[in-house]
């Protein structure tokens, strides 16, 4: 994506979607466990809540890394990597190749100059919800996956792959089941790519009138170290709410898991300040992918200084 006056981009549709699910796949190989451990820690304090003396089983991103790793072994840090990789395919691929599109409609074709940050924000708004209404089944079927810890002895597992997994979730509860959760993904995705992209796109205009700044690499990470900062500190209560929805069937709604997460915390500040957690989990948004040009590895570096920054700063 090339931020210049015309707010046209220099390549089809089909070339944005295929560079930028490839980059968001590559990214979540390489991120997906600390997006395991993210999903622990959001999960358990729903479950320790019920009991006052019960100790939190995980803490922190690097102790929960450690118990998954000794409990069930490396390879569990791997949960969900197929319907990740499903997810990312779809939702990566959709919401970036639509971006330009829908952001030209927005302005018009016969637009002249920078385009409105608030044209920005909508178009952002309007292909992460189309991208995640889309890809929601895979969203749920990772959580799912991510979630199940360590069983006692003789006690199968719920699932035994992402496949089983969409089959049995359609077979027990039906296929409206595949889009449990899909208030708060759309709010979370939205929020999250609204965040993402516009700020990205804005930052990126910005940096290219200074003097010396050319559409290169170095622009696109400082445009990609702004935009996931901001996609972090303002998409993380939903994610939090997104994440118990989809592993705990037991809310009635968003409402009803927003309110009963603060209850049950007992802190409004632990769901506020929790994108601490999820920028330490390298998690932005979730999302992995990002609005860059027409190299594929440049959505990729964007993509993993973006994540380390984050979590080495947070």
């Not at 993210?38 to 019920?50: D, I, M, P, Y």
């Not at 702004?226 to 996609?231: D, I, M, Y």
């Not at 440049?298 to 993993?304: P, Q, T, Y």
Request: aromatic fraction near 8%; charge should be positive.
């Amino acid at each position: 994506m090339v931020a210049d006056s015309k707010g046209k981009s220099d390549i089809s549709f089909a070339g944005t979607f295929a560079s930028s699910a490839f980059a968001a796949c590559l990214a979540e190989i390489c991120t997906i466990p600390l997006d395991t451990a993210k999903v622990r820690l959001q999960l358990q304090k729903s479950a320790v809540a019920g009991d006052g003396l019960a100790l939190p089983k995980y803490r922190g991103m690097l102790g929960t890394v450690a118990t998954i790793a000794r409990e069930e072994g490396l390879s569990a840090l791997w949960k969900g990597i197929v319907p990740g990789l499903h997810r990312q395919c779809v939702f990566g691929g959709l919401r970036i190749g639509l971006y330009e599109p829908v952001k030209n409609f927005y302005v018009g074709s016969d637009f002249v100059g920078d385009v409105p940050l608030t044209k920005k924000i909508l178009a952002a708004l309007t292909t992460g919800a189309l991208g995640i209404t889309v890809a929601n089944p895979t969203d749920l079927v990772k959580v799912r996956l991510q979630a199940e810890g360590k069983l006692p002895p003789g006690v199968p597992r719920r699932y035994s792959g992402a496949l089983n997994a969409y089959s049995t979730i359609v077979r027990q509860e039906g296929v409206g089941a595949l889009w449990t959760g899909i208030g708060p993904n759309v709010a979370r995705n939205a929020i999250i790519n609204a965040a993402e992209l516009a700020s990205y796109d804005q930052v990126k205009q910005t940096i290219l009138k200074i003097p010396g700044f050319t559409d290169n690499v170095v622009t696109h990470l400082f445009s990609g170290l702004g935009a996931g900062f901001f996609a972090v500190c303002i998409g993380s209560p939903v994610d939090v709410v997104k994440s118990r929805m989809m592993g705990d069937s037991a809310y009635k709604s968003t409402l009803d898991c927003f309110i009963k997460t603060l209850k049950n915390d007992g802190q409004t500040l632990r769901i506020i300040l929790s994108f601490n957690m999820i920028a330490k989990a390298a998690m932005q948004g979730d999302d992995g992918s990002s609005p860059c040009n027409n190299k594929s590895l440049i959505c990729l570096s964007f993509l993993l200084f973006r994540r380390g920054v984050l979590q080495g700063k947070l």
